[in-house]
């Protein structure tokens, strides 16, 4: 993995934690006195973080600093002279997808921000729908010998 491409990881995971706070680029910019502009090219890995850069947002974040490197190739890992990481499979990669979209967030926003009985209504009812779209599903074809 070259440099770009943990740059770009690590802007990635920059907007996705101020995305699940509900920040703007203006507020984490403000938090460690700099201009949103900079965040916007940490966030789209234009700009490199300084060690000391990734540690204010961090905590202005609410995270430790190992949490913008999770998720990186072992690659990166094996340069660094420490073990690989264990290989993805293809259902956490699914859910990392899933948890990078804006909806994603905005829907677990949203259902935390809920009451808990109904929020228990709520799980209910989709794992309901779920079960009630997979009965629906067609059976799979088997070829007759």
Do not use: W
């Amino acid at each position: 993995m070259s440099c770009d491409e943990i740059d770009t990881h690590v802007g990635k995971r920059m907007r996705r934690r101020r995305r699940l706070l509900g920040l703007t680029q203006q507020q984490v910019a403000r938090r460690i006195g700099m201009r949103f502009q900079q965040i916007q090219k940490y966030e789209c890995g234009a700009n490199r973080v300084t060690a000391s850069r990734l540690h204010k947002i961090a905590i202005a974040l609410g995270v430790p600093p190992n949490y913008f490197f999770e998720g990186l190739s072992g690659a990166v890992s094996a340069t660094a002279g420490s073990e690989p990481p264990p290989a993805l499979d293809q259902e956490n990669i699914a859910m990392a997808d899933l948890f990078a979209r804006k909806e994603t967030v905005d829907l677990v926003r949203a259902f935390y921000g809920l009451p808990e009985r109904p929020r228990r209504r709520l799980l209910d009812l989709a794992k309901s729908m779920q079960q009630d779209v997979a009965e629906a599903a067609p059976e799979p074809q088997r070829e007759v010998a």
